[in-house]
């Protein structure tokens, strides 16, 4: 079992900046990706962006230079910084750590409005 914890949404302005977090415990040593992904009500929950177990990193087209996905190993948490942020990456945030299973967080609301 791997359990996820996201923290860092929140209300912030349009061209602002967030940096969201998840931290995972349980059995990490199986996880060979994750990920964040968002979802807005009436539409189907989609990918952001992606990092591996040996740091390679895949992206929304739609993010592509305003977001950044890292991780800490040392601390297992994964983080996305999200700069630039414009009313339209107004979401629930969710994390996802690809095991032998996805496991999912609860999610966290980003709300960018002036």
């Known amino acids: 079992q791997v359990q996820l914890v996201e923290s860092g949404g929140g209300l912030v302005q349009p061209g602002g900046s967030l940096r969201l977090s998840c931290a995972a415990s349980?059995?990490?040593?199986?996880?060979?990706?994750m990920g964040w992904y968002r979802q807005v009500p009436g539409k189907q929950r989609e990918l952001v962006a992606s990092?591996?177990?040996?740091?390679?990193?895949n992206y929304a087209d739609f993010v592509k230079g305003r977001f950044t996905i890292s991780r800490d190993n040392a601390k297992n948490t994964m983080y996305l910084q999200m700069n630039s942020l414009k009313p339209e990456d107004t979401a629930v945030y969710y994390c996802?750590?690809?095991?032998?299973?996805?496991?999912w967080g609860q999610g966290t609301q980003v709300t960018v409005s002036s």
């Open positions: 990092i591996t177990r040996d740091g390679s990193t």
């Open positions: 996802r750590a690809d095991a032998y299973r996805a496991y």
């Open positions: 349980g059995s990490i040593f199986s996880i060979y990706r």
